[in-house]
């Protein structure tokens, strides 16, 4: 078990390098690739010597356009050509759906510093008697009506990736928070049940307050 335990926190420290070493990979190759037909279209042939910094050319040219199109967004004539393209993009039916999904995803990700859940809980799911991992999102209250008062939305996470998962509104006294870390919650998700916290679990009768409790 302890052999286990270590070969998957191996794979746990090593999987998220990985995959960022593959995506540099992937940018550098497909840069330089641009920037070659690129140049290629205006009649310019690069000499083969100078092909492998084309990537760096490719990748120093994107972030100079990144900080262009940052700069353009802080006065108001950037602002409103910005706005004029997205309200351009919002009139094709297909396009606007996909340019709506991803600005809301980086709209998570970036537009807040921080995105925390209250808490690691247990909830009865998918049927009566057996129980589902979740992380409390926050009370619904009234605000999903005619859905009463009384309602919590939770995230029930997916192994090994928890925000493949799905949002759940549960009856506030059905959930059952645990008295582990969100961070322990988490590698419990991602090692699809094999690295258990240390402590022992301590289940809670009701939530605390407006969903806020130990994370």
């Known amino acids: ?97 996909i340019y709506k999904a991803v600005q809301q995803i980086a709209h998570t990700l970036f537009g807040h510093k921080e995105v925390k859940f209250s808490r690691a809980a247990v909830i009865e799911y998918p049927r009566r008697g057996v129980y589902t991992l979740c992380f409390v999102v926050q009370p619904v209250g009234r605000r999903l009506p005619p859905l009463p008062e009384g309602y919590t939305a939770v995230l029930v996470p997916t192994s090994p990736v928890p925000a493949s998962g799905m949002v759940v509104l549960v009856p506030s006294e059905e959930v059952l928070p645990l008295e582990i870390s969100v961070e322990d919650a988490l590698k419990y998700v991602v090692s699809a049940g094999f690295l258990l916290p240390e402590k022992p679990l301590e289940a809670l009768t009701s939530l605390p307050p407006s969903g806020k409790g130990a994370s």
């Open 1 to 97: 078990m302890r052999l286990r335990q270590r070969l998957l926190a191996g794979l746990l420290a090593l999987l998220p390098l990985l995959v960022t070493l593959y995506f540099l990979l992937w940018v550098y190759t497909y840069s330089g690739g641009f920037i070659a037909g690129l140049l290629l279209a205006f009649g310019v042939e690069v000499p083969p010597a100078y092909g492998p910094l084309l990537p760096f050319v490719g990748l120093f040219l994107a972030v100079v356009f990144i900080y262009l199109v940052g700069t353009l967004t802080e006065n108001y004539l950037g602002r409103r050509l910005l706005l004029s393209l997205e309200r351009s993009l919002t009139l094709i039916p297909i396009v606007r759906d």
